[in-house]
């Protein structure tokens, strides 16, 4: 994943407000990747130009060898579907859809044939193949993020991008879901994108990039809660 000079300025005139201001980035495959910042520092707007969910106002941001601005919506969402997974603080799982159609909904609307091999190996992955006939509501919180986790996993996506995914959790779980994107690195390769304000989930990173008004303002390898609360303490008001 690369991003070229991207900027984006919301509104026109006297409204505009610009919330990316140049950032130029090389993420690399396989790589776990942690994006903090305070307040208003940019951190949606630079997942959402990452997730094709919005356009930079200038610059361009690369998926691989494909280049997203300038796609039109369908292969945007095409790109979405088939190349992205998202896992959101709040799980967003279907409440009325069991474990099993959750995640194969995803693949469904991707068009893509539901390998059962490899269902059963995300799931197992994710430590929730016991449970793939109970709904949401017979899930813990730890376990519906488990299941969000595997819905992103099933289309086998260049990039898996995490919005705050462990905000709604208790401390022991949230531990356990790093763990879990941490595995999931290590052990089958997978790209993953994580914004976050806490310094222990960004100490499960291999690098925590810094966003401050719109830019990038430094980054750090493998940090430990510590530096990386330091790091916080110094970029201002969070
Ligand atoms: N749709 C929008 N229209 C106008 N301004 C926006 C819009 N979305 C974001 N902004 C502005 O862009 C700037 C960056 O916002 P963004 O939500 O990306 O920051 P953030 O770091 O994710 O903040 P937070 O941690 O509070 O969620 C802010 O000044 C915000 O008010």
């Known amino acids: ?24 980035l090389d ?8 994006v903090m910042g305070p307040s208003g520092s940019g951190k949606s707007t630079f997942l959402h130009c990452v997730a094709g969910l919005d356009q930079p106002t200038t610059g361009h941001v ?4 494909t280049q997203l601005s300038g796609l ?19 799980y967003n799982l279907m409440s009325a859809l069991t474990v099993r159609q959750n995640v194969t ?3 469904r609307l991707a068009d893509m044939a539901v390998d059962e091999t490899w269902l059963r190996e995300v799931l ?34 260049d990039a898996l991008l995490a ?17 879990l994107f941490r595995q999931i690195v290590d052990e089958i390769g997978q790209t993953v994108l994580m914004v976050t304000h806490d310094p222990v989930a960004a100490s499960y990173a291999d690098t925590v990039l810094f966003l401050a008004d719109g830019q990038l303002a430094g980054h750090l390898n493998r940090p430990s809660p510590a530096q990386v609360a330091e790091r916080m303490t110094r970029l201002g008001d969070w």
């Open 163 to 179: 919005d705050e995914p462990t905000g709604a959790l208790d401390t022991r779980t949230s531990q356990e879901v790093l763990k």
């Open 72 to 90: 039109k919506e369908a292969a945007l969402t095409a790109i979405r579907r088939e190349r992205i997974g998202y896992v959101f603080q709040a």
């Open 27 to 34: 993420v690399p495959r396989g790589t776990f990747t942690a």
């Open 1 to 24: 994943m690369r991003l070229d000079s991207v900027t984006k300025t919301y509104g026109t005139g006297e409204n505009a407000v610009t919330a990316l201001r140049g950032i130029s």
């Open 105 to 107: 909904l995803v693949a």
């Open 124 to 157: 197992t992955r994710v430590g929730m193949h016991q449970h793939v006939d109970r709904r949401p509501n017979q899930l813990s919180g730890g376990q519906q993020q488990r299941v969000a986790i595997a819905r992103a996993l099933v289309t086998r996506p």
């Open 62 to 65: 690369h998926l691989g060898d």
